[in-house]
């Protein structure tokens, strides 16, 4: 019986296809979104799903440079660690594996979608793919170091009696009897700096300097077709899910109503408006920034963000 | 006199170090090893030498309570030190001949493939 | 009989070394099995003090020749074997075991190997002598003896590049520390009259330290640092490792370098006592974070596998060293159990730069690629190490990380100290750059193209693969049972380092440390509970999960080699990967994976560049500054 509800956990909520689901929603969205703010009708949203399906039916074309295995098996090992971390993070009250998740891990795995589109593009043998995995180990460097402060600005927050904590559900117990993260106003620094670290994440567009389609063809993915590809825009999908719902926890978290179908249907209105904020927003008013420029951009203004929050916080604000 | 042999001894060290560190020439280098290991050793005995004293060298019958002898165990170091000393020594100068037979120079600025 | 293991294992290795000097020159068999026997003797009699002191708590001392102290003054020389000796003469046999039998087949087409072996064993000797000494100034001889070996082993393949000037620059800088630890040693005698760790110890507790001891105390600091190979002293690691044969990197990483954090641990936790002072846990921090960070940076802009190795050995001892200057109960567990990981896949990794040299002849990454067709044991072996370094879960480097992070920060809570909380910050953003360097191996080695000069290369022989495998197996299950490990071998070493009154009594008679108005002091307790939880099963979900996915992905199905089947012409302009810095081909910039974060950090690269700049008299005043700023430091502040 427990086997069977894993295989619920992992396989349908909020495991893979949950955040399948949900994922390229909210894609769908932040497409509808960015078309409206620029004066277009822009896609139905489930535009993505007939995407997604269209790609699975179509030839999948493994170029003759590609080192083969690698090249199937990079965006498979995303997918998988993508839908690993679906299952620790809280929905509210909610664990799937309580007690397991923790922000060490969750720092650990999120690095994993992008070094697998690394190895992807580094097995598709094209001098694009080369151009675009040398963007995307900048964009990892970037947008790791203001992550690591947040994670660890809230580890402290939320730990009692003076220590630290590095435990989701010990963040969702602070949040339950404190009222959220974001209503002390010494996380407010953090919650901005964490708002910016999502779209270099997910790869949205000011901060897409991977994937530049206008300049590099989509850099690590220019190979890529079929269902790979697919598995890729997937990946997209359900990381804009994951890091949205990352933020409802760490940010804006608390006891929930109770009932698990209005905590996840709360949980979602968070997401879509996390994703506008920081995704769609963005998006629509921003051109790409140069790959220096986003570096730069990281390790001082956001880093910044982050370390006046960490030092609020040491400070006991 | 033992304050000079401390001050003999430091000056060995230093001078030692110095040659190692300016000096570019590898067998300067291999001298500047030994003038820091003599000054070492001369550290040593000075620190064991009790003004006065007699050579530490008893039967168990001698031995009384009143002996005043120079302490045995920095000369026994001192033995042990030297002897390591002089393996580095050919080690090193063995080394430096392997070198200029390979890179035809011993200028230590130019042994440098490795870098970076 | 069991109170003469210890002694017997170190003198096994050198009679082994002795025995091959005479009879090994012409039979290969005989050499061998002289090697391999004298190397697994050491294994088999410190496993057998396991039961004793690891699990019962004993703590053995040994005095050679039966010179037992007179009137509560030590004359002998002794050996002293606590936990905190054992553990560390466990990697140490263990290492030595492996790498014997790895170098049979691996060695196999070198001549001179009777020479090989003798040093081999001599260095073996050396570091176990020096872990399980309790004798300040035979620990100055087995480090000699291992500075010595060490040199001449580097120097061993004397034909390859660089490998002369690396075994002189090592010569040189190791003998500045050699020569510092001694000055340490006779200006400590000069203050109490004794050369028994214990009795200084217990001397040195009693009466204070006074500027003369300081002075010493600095100097032993810098001259066992210089042996760890932390930065400043560490250029002259990265040339050694590099030229040394693999199975040489693999002992150096694995224990050589501990032998250095060995004799920091125990001069700074038991000899002096100087943890409890916060000035010590500072130097100790700054060092192994700038020694993480030095490390893992300079990682990154090389371009041989085995010198990309061995900056992320000296990397991954600022971690280790870090974590035990945090002098908290799970600080030093986790840098213990750092130390324990470090061993086992640093040595792992070096074994598949080995098994990759053996097949292909060269370790340049730019030469190199494709080899996971040919190589498919050694890619997966290399990948649980590679996996296991970046601290990836549910491997080894994950746990022993993990403890290091939340015990610096725990530390910043307790302190309420922001410095602390940086150290974490550190800690992490190195293990990022742990993992992206890592990519770039991975990809430039074994995956991506077959490079011209790989089509040949084989997989490497039964007798290099099993001891590569028994490895992999370790680092697998160090990380899967994180609490037996803790349990049985890192919470003892750990109580170990901090249990002075015990080492003492055990050494000089039981109440001698009282009898000099020393009062057992309040051992630093060894409970701690990590925060949020840890469970390396459940990571098997994680693999569930994975099977499934592959097993949709095949019946996918539809995925075909294109139309188009012209061979590619051989270009760089084509390769596959772009790990290399044979960027005049390229007409897109940024062939190189760092190349992004090379140019904007261009001005640190550039600086750390000019100062490994391969010149041995640069090294040597690196060595001198960093010593004179450590003794400035702790005069200053002690």
């Known amino acids: 019986m427990q086997i069977l509800l894993d295989l619920f956990y992992v396989l349908i909520f909020p495991g893979f296809l949950f955040c399948a689901v949900v994922g390229l929603l909210l894609a769908g969205i932040d497409r509808k979104i960015v078309a409206r703010m620029q004066k277009r009708m822009g896609p139905p949203i489930v535009q993505p799903f007939y995407d997604f399906f269209k790609l699975l039916g179509k030839e999948t074309i493994i170029p003759h440079a590609a080192s083969r295995g690698v090249f199937i098996a990079a965006p498979l090992l995303g997918l998988v660690s993508l839908v690993v971390m679906a299952l620790f993070i809280p929905v509210f009250g909610f664990t799937a594996f309580s007690g397991v998740a923790d922000l060490i891990v969750i720092l650990y795995l999120l690095t994993i979608p992008a070094a697998a589109i690394i190895v992807g593009g580094a097995a598709s043998g094209s001098p694009y793919a080369g151009v675009g995995i040398s963007r995307e180990m900048v964009a990892i460097v970037a947008y790791e170091l203001p992550l690591i402060i947040v994670l660890l600005t809230v580890g402290k927050k939320a730990a009692l009696d003076g220590g ?25 620094p953090a919650a901005v700096a964490m708002l910016l670290v999502i779209p270099s994440e997910v790869g949205s567009h000011p901060f897409d300097v991977a994937e530049a389609e206008t300049e590099i063809c989509e850099g690590p993915l220019v190979e890529y077709s079929g269902s790979l590809l697919g598995i890729y825009k997937l990946n997209h999908a359900i990381k804009m899910f994951i890091l949205t719902a990352l933020f409802a926890a760490l940010f804006l978290g608390g006891a929930g109503s109770g009932i698990l179908i209005v905590d996840v249907l709360l949980l979602l209105l968070i997401c879509t408006v996390v994703t506008i904020l920081s995704m769609s927003l963005p998006h629509a008013i921003s051109a790409r920034l140069k790959v220096e420029k986003m570096f730069k951009f990281y390790w001082t203004l956001v880093t910044v963000l982050a370390v006046i929050s960490l030092v609020l916080v040491w400070m006991g604000f | 006199m033992i304050i000079a042999n401390y001050i003999g001894a430091v000056l060995l060290m230093f001078l030692g170090l110095y040659t190692i560190i300016m000096k570019k020439h590898l067998i300067k280098i291999v001298m500047g090893m030994c003038l820091m290991d003599y000054g070492v050793n001369l550290l040593i005995v000075s620190i064991g030498f009790n003004p006065g004293g007699t050579a530490p060298i008893f039967t168990i019958s001698e031995l009384d309570p009143g002996a005043f002898f120079v302490d045995p165990v920095p000369q026994a170091l001192t033995l042990t030190s030297i002897v390591i000393g002089a393996c580095v020594m050919a080690m090193a100068l063995s080394i430096v001949i392997k070198i200029k037979q390979k890179y035809k120079t011993l200028d230590a600025g130019r042994i440098r493939r490795l870098n970076g | 009989m069991i109170q003469h293991f210890p002694i017997l294992s170190i003198m096994s290795l050198f009679l082994g070394s002795f025995l091959i000097v005479i009879f090994g020159g012409k039979n290969r068999f005989i050499r061998n099995s002289l090697a391999v026997l004298f190397s697994a003797i050491p294994l088999v009699l410190i496993c057998c003090l396991i039961k004793p002191i690891l699990i019962d708590g004993e703590i053995f001392s040994y005095w050679m020749g ?111 520390g050699s020569a510092f630890i001694l000055t340490g040693v006779i200006l400590i005698y000069a203050q109490v009259h004794t050369l028994s760790l214990a009795q200084i110890s217990a001397l040195l507790a009693t009466e204070g330290l006074t500027p003369a001891t300081i002075f010493g105390f600095a100097l032993l600091f810098a001259g066992y640092a210089t042996k760890a190979y932390i930065v400043p ?31 920091m641990i125990r001069l700074v936790y038991m000899v002096f006592q100087a943890m409890s002072q916060s000035a010590m846990q500072y130097i100790i921090v700054i060092l192994g974070c700038l020694t993480m960070f030095i490390g893992v940076t300079m990682a990154l802009s090389q371009h041989d596998f085995k010198r990309l190795l061995a900056f992320h050995s000296i990397s991954q ?85 993990w403890m290091i992070y939340q015990a610096a920060y725990e530390k910043a809570a307790l302190e309420g100290s922001f410095f602390y909380a940086l150290v974490t910050i550190v800690g992490l953003l190195v293990s990022v750059l742990t993992l992206a360097s890592f990519i770039k191996v991975t990809q430039s080695v074994f995956f991506g193209q077959l490079a011209p000069g790989c089509e040949k290369a084989k997989e490497v022989p039964f007798s290099m693969r099993w001891p590569m495998w028994l490895m992999a197996i370790l680092c697998v299950l160090t990380g899967l049972f994180p609490g037996f490990v803790n ?63 592959l097993m949709i992905s095949l019946g996918l199905g539809k995925a075909s080699r294109g139309p188009v089947r012209r061979p590619v012409p051989a270009d760089p302009k084509y390769d596959t990967f772009f790990g290399g810095e044979a960027s005049q081909h390229s007409h897109v910039g940024g062939s190189d994976l760092f190349w992004g974060l090379k140019h904007n950090l261009r001005h640190y690269f550039r600086f750390m560049h000019s100062m490994h700049s391969g010149v041995v008299n640069d090294y040597a005043l690196w060595t001198v500054a960093g010593t004179a700023v450590i003794i400035l430091f702790m005069i200053l502040f002690l």
């Not at chain 3, 570091?127 to 100055?140: E, I, Q, T």
């Not at chain 3, 690691?237 to 199975?247: G, K, L, V």
């Not at chain 3, 020393?518 to 994975?546: K, M, N, Q, R």
Request: a negative charge.
């Open chain 1, 164 to 188: 630290i904590t590095f435990s989701f559900t010990e963040i969702q117990a602070y949040q339950a009897e404190f009222g959220s993260m974001l209503s002390h106003w010494s996380m407010i």
């Open chain 3, 66 to 176: 039966d010179w037992e102290p007179v009137s509560g003054f030590a004359i002998g020389i002794g050996l002293e074997v606590d936990a905190l000796s054992l553990f560390f003469a466990l990697l140490v046999v263990l290492t030595i075991f492996l790498a014997a039998v790895f170098s049979l087949k691996y060695m196999s087409r070198d001549d001179a190997l009777d020479k090989y072996y003798t040093l081999f064993l001599m260095l073996g000797g050396g570091v176990l002598g020096l872990v399980l000494s309790g004798d300040l100034f035979n620990m100055y001889i087995m480090v000699e003896i291992l500075t010595f070996a060490s040199v001449a082993l580097t120097a061993f393949r004397n034909w390859g590049k660089g490998s002369l000037e690396a075994a002189f620059k090592y010569l040189v800088v190791g003998s500045i």
């Open chain 3, 233 to 263: 002293f560490h250029p002259v690691a990265a040339d050694a490792y590099m030229t040394a044969p693999s199975s040489i990197s693999m002992v150096f990483s694995g224990m050589v370098n501990k032998a250095g954090i060995y004799g």
């Open chain 3, 317 to 401: 001892i600022g971690y280790v060293l870090t974590a035990v200057g945090l002098a908290t109960a799970l600080g030093i567990s986790g840098g213990l159990y750092h130390a324990l990981n470090h061993t086992l896949f640093k040595g792992l990794l070096f074994l598949c730069a080995g098994a990759v040299f053996y097949s292909v002849g060269s370790t340049d990454l730019d030469k190199l690629g494709g080899l996971a067709k040919k190589m498919p044991q050694t890619t997966i072996i290399f990948l649980i190490g590679a996996f296991s370094i970046s601290g990836l879960p549910p491997f080894n480097g994950f746990m022993s990380k």
């Open chain 3, 487 to 549: 349990r049985y071998l890192v919470v003892p070493a750990s109580a170990a380092a901090i249990d002075t009154t015990g080492y003492i009594d055990a050494m000089m008679g039981a109440g001698y440390g009282q009898q000099l108005g020393l009062s057992p002091e309040t051992a630093l307790s060894l409970e701690y509970e990590l925060t949020g939880y840890w469970d390396p099963i459940a990571w098997l979900v994680l693999f569930v999960v994975l099977l499934a996915g």
